[in-house]
């Protein structure tokens, strides 16, 4: 059974930084995709970063130059450092892999406030 466990959520004063981790397991990490998404109260969950198998990575537009997803394949983990922060980036992040097989798992999600 694949589960991702998110970590490293909290509240930080804008202009702050948090790094989030996403650690997995139950499938073959190194050739799955991870992304990092969110969603704030009221909105629709959306893309926030993600990086391929071959470790091509892709942002939205408002994260760029301040996010950046790595990811560790020894250790099974993805991460997403956040840097900048701004008080619209709170919400709740969610860790996603897509499969080998097509096939894509969510985390529980970890709790991101930024206080002005």
């Known amino acids: 059974q694949v589960q991702l466990v998110e970590s490293g959520g909290g509240l930080v004063q804008a202009g702050g930084s948090l790094r989030l981790s996403c650690a997995t397991s139950g499938s073959r990490f190194s050739r799955n995709a991870m992304g990092w998404y969110r969603q704030a109260p009221g909105k629709q969950r959306e893309l926030v970063a993600a990086i391929t198998s071959g470790g091509v990575t892709n942002y939205a537009d408002s994260v760029k130059g301040r996010f950046t997803i790595s990811r560790d394949n020894a250790k099974n983990t993805v991460y997403l450092q956040m840097n900048s922060l701004k008080p619209e980036d709170t919400a709740v992040y969610y860790c996603?892999?897509?499969?080998?097989?097509?096939?894509?798992?969510w985390g529980q999600g970890t709790q991101v406030t930024v206080s002005s």
């Open positions: 996603n892999t897509r499969t080998e097989y097509g096939l894509m798992y």
